[in-house]
């Protein structure tokens, strides 16, 4: 049984930074396309930033130049580091991992996913 558990989230003023941690257990992280998606109050689920299995990396415009997605295989281990936040970040984080490695922004491809830490940054 595959499981991701999130952690990291918190309230932060604008401009502030956090770090969101999704440990997995029950397969190697380093096997598998994983992602952060977020969701906000009334919105559909976004794509914020994906690895590869190689490391290869992509992310949303709205956060490029702003956060970072890297993983740990040795310690099955996904990152997310956010600097320069903005209230428009406020949402439901969750990282995913695509067993198919398919590996495309739609979060419906996504076969696994956590629980969701909330990340709230105010003005």
């Known amino acids: 049984q595959v499981q991701l558990v999130e952690s990291g989230g918190g309230s932060v003023q604008a401009g502030g930074s956090l770090r969101l941690s999704c440990t997995a257990s029950?397969?190697?992280?380093?096997?598998?396309?994983m992602g952060w998606f977020r969701e906000a109050p009334g919105k559909e689920r976004e794509e914020v930033a994906r690895i590869w299995t190689d490391g290869s990396t992509s992310y949303a415009d709205s956060v490029k130049g702003r956060f970072t997605i890297s993983k740990d295989s040795a310690k099955n281990t996904l990152y997310l580091q956010m600097n320069s936040l903005k209230p428009e970040d406020t949402a439901m984080y969750y990282c995913?991992?695509?067993?198919?490695?398919?590996?495309?922004?739609?979060?419906?491809?996504?076969?696994?996913w956590g629980q969701g830490t909330q990340v709230t940054v105010s003005s």
């Open positions: 029950g397969y190697g992280a380093s096997r598998y396309c």
């Open positions: 995913a991992a695509d067993w198919r490695n398919i590996c495309t922004p739609n979060y419906r491809a996504y076969n696994y």
